[in-house]
């Protein structure tokens, strides 16, 4: 069974708006972490956040992490065209959610 | 600089045959992982190893088959390819880390289509 589970499956917004994607978890976690990738290719790792943060930044990236409710959440600020691709959540086990497919329109 | 290679890039077969995909690294890490893509299911976990002639079972095994005879090379073969097992295939690998903070990076993916 998979271990993140990423919501929504599909986002579509406009260039310069903030975009949001949630992951749930089921287990106990040591971090998890987000993937994204671009239309045919491999996963790029984006970033990681350990159980024992609340939150991470990273240049227009952030990441939260509730271990009460078991879930993460990836911000991405200020989107661009470039941002369209899909986005995983992944836990220590290295088993992926089905992703959100984000699409940033020009 | 590092690298992981994944050949071939696509590949069609027919039913009953036996497909091997490679999966070759530079890194120098110790884990290496093989995935498949489909669509509605996202990343599924194939078959992993920790180390030379280490090998483990993923969620989606049957029908699959790693070894690992060096650090470098996690070829995935599939003994008597169907065509359920149409998918694109991603080989990942990580170095192991003392905190478990291991990072995936992946290949390019290979587009195997069992006709």
């Known amino acids: 069974s998979q271990q993140g589970e990423e919501d929504p499956q599909a986002l579509s917004i406009q260039e310069g708006e903030n975009a949001t994607m949630n992951c749930s978890y089921k287990t106990s976690i040591n971090n998890l972490q987000w993937y994204r990738q671009n239309s045919g290719r491999g996963l790029v790792h984006l970033i990681l956040i350990r159980s024992n943060e609340r939150e991470k930044h990273s240049g227009r990236l952030r990441v939260t992490l509730d271990t009460s409710k078991k879930s993460s959440s990836l911000l991405i600020t200020a989107s661009r065209a470039a941002d369209t691709a899909s986005y995983f959540c992944a836990t220590f086990d290295m088993r992926f959610g089905a992703g959100t497919r984000l699409t940033v329109k020009p | 600089d590092a690298e992981i290679t994944q050949s071939p890039r696509h590949k069609i077969t027919e039913t009953g045959r036996q497909v091997t995909l490679a999966c070759h690294q530079t890194?120098?890490?110790?884990?290496m992982f093989w995935y498949r893509q489909d669509l509605g299911h996202g990343l599924r976990l194939i078959h992993y190893s920790y180390g030379v002639q280490d090998t483990n079972k993923g969620e989606v095994s049957d029908g699959y088959s790693v070894s690992r005879s060096n650090t470098e090379d996690l070829p995935l073969t599939l003994e008597s390819a169907a065509s359920s097992q149409t998918s694109v295939y991603f080989c990942?690998?990580?170095?192991?880390?003392?905190?478990?903070?291991?990072?995936?990076?992946f290949g390019s993916g290979t587009q195997l289509s069992v006709l």
């Open positions: 890194w120098n890490h110790n884990n």
């Open positions: 990942a690998s990580s170095e192991t880390t003392a905190g478990g903070d291991e990072k995936l990076f």
